[in-house]
């Protein structure tokens, strides 16, 4: 699809009119001849990020999250124990 979109006064150009959806995060590359790309991204936090990168991590955090939402997920002493003490740090 191609249209012609002008700037407004805060330099500002409706995107919507090529179905962005509000909030919409993409990712802006400026070319040295003045075109713009806009490519759609998703934006993980740094935390969740080795998530992500780490398939064997990811397959057991879901086999976990499966297993509480199953009801087999079991008390931990020792996991409450370190809990405990950071949270008297």
């Known amino acids: 699809m ?15 009119k ?4 509000p909030r919409a995060d993409y990712q802006a590359d400026l070319r040295e001849d003045g075109t713009i790309i806009l ?12 998530l992500w990168r ?6 057991s955090v879901m086999r976990g999250l499966t297993e509480a939402a199953d009801g087999l997920a079991q008390p931990d002493a020792e996991l409450d124990q370190l809990l405990d003490e950071l ?3």
Request: proline share 8%; glycine share 2%.
């Open 54 to 59: 780490d398939e064997a991590l990811r397959a």
């Open 87 to 89: 949270e008297d740090a």
């Open 18 to 21: 090529l179905g962005v959806k």
């Open 2 to 16: 191609t249209l012609l979109l002008s700037a407004d006064d805060r330099v500002r150009v409706p995107l919507a």
């Open 39 to 50: 490519t759609p991204v998703t934006v993980i936090p740094t935390r969740e990020l080795e």
